[in-house]
C-alpha cells in the first residue's frame, strides 16, 4: 500500500518525544512524517517537584519537560512533548500498574465526572516555544464489581496503557454516559489546536 502523501513540510520529520503509540498513530493518520523518540523524564520526579501545582498545570510542566528533553539533543527539529493527567475532583491518577490497579480506578471513577487534561509543548531551536492544555470531561456510569469485572475480562491488559484504565476508542466507550471534548484530546494528543500551531508555522500542506 503506498504511503499516503504527507502533509508535513518541515525539512525533517516531526519529533515526537513520546513513547505513546496512541500518539504516534493520531499524527501518522494525519499523514504527518513522525519520527518517535523516549523523552527520558522522571515523570514522578516532575510531578514531586510541582507540589501544589494543578493537574493541569501538572500536566503542562510534563508535556514541556518531555519536549524540552528531546530538543535539547535535537536543536535543529521540530519536537513535541505531551502528556495527560487525569483529574478527579482535585486527585491525579496515574496508569495503573494492573488489572487490581485498574479495578481500584474503575471503583473510584464510576458514577462521576472526570477530567482529563492533555498538554502539548511544541520546540523549536532547542527550547519550549509554545504549550497549551485542552480538557475533556467524562462522564462514567455506576458499573458495580460484576460490570467492573467484566468490562475488565474484556478490555485486557491494554487497561494499564492509560490514566483512566480505558481505550475509548476500544471497550471503553461502554464505561460512559456522556463525553465532553475532543476524541484526539481524550486519546492525549489535541490535533486541532497543535494542528493550527504547526499551520502556522508554515509546517503543514493544508
Ligand atoms: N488508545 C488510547 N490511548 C489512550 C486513551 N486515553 C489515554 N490514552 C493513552 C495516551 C498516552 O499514551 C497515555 C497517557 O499517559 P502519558 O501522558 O503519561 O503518556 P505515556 O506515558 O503513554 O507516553 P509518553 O509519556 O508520551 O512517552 O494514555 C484512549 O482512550 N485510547
Given at each position: ?12 520529520p ?22 518517535t523518540?523516549a523523552?527520558?523524564v522522571?515523570?514522578?520526579?516532575v ?26 539533543q ?10 495527560q ?29 472526570h ?18 492544555v ?6 462514567m ?8 469485572a ?30 465532553e471534548?475532543?476524541h ?23
Amino acid at each position: 500500500m503506498p504511503h499516503a502523501p504527507s502533509l508535513w513540510r518541515g525539512p525533517a520529520p516531526l519529533l515526537l518525544a513520546s513513547t505513546s503509540p496512541t500518539r504516534r498513530g493520531l499524527l501518522e493518520s494525519a499523514a504527518l512524517a513522525v519520527e518517535t523518540r523516549a523523552p527520558g523524564v522522571d515523570e514522578r520526579a516532575v510531578e514531586a517537584a510541582s507540589a501544589g501545582l494543578s493537574p493541569l498545570a501538572l500536566a503542562e510542566r510534563l508535556a514541556s519537560a518531555k519536549a524540552g528533553a528531546v530538543a535539547a539533543q535535537a536543536p535543529d527539529r521540530v519536537v513535541i512533548g505531551a502528556d495527560q493527567v487525569l483529574d478527579l475532583d482535585g486527585t491525579v491518577f496515574h496508569k495503573p500498574a494492573d488489572r487490581a490497579g485498574a479495578a481500584a480506578h474503575l471503583a473510584r471513577l464510576q458514577g462521576r465526572t472526570h477530567a482529563l487534561h492533555s498538554a502539548v509543548a511544541l520546540a523549536v531551536d532547542g527550547t519550549v516555544a509554545e504549550s497549551f492544555v485542552v480538557t475533556a470531561r467524562l462522564t462514567m456510569r455506576p458499573l458495580g464489581e460484576a460490570g467492573i469485572a467484566a468490562y475488565l475480562d474484556a478490555a485486557g491488559p491494554a487497561v494499564t496503557g492509560s490514566v483512566g484504565a480505558y481505550q475509548l476508542e476500544g471497550v471503553g466507550i461502554h464505561l460512559f454516559d456522556r463525553i465532553e471534548g475532543d476524541h484526539s484530546t481524550i486519546l492525549g494528543l489535541p490535533l486541532l489546536p497543535l494542528l493550527a500551531r504547526l499551520r502556522g508555522r508554515g509546517l503543514l500542506a493544508v
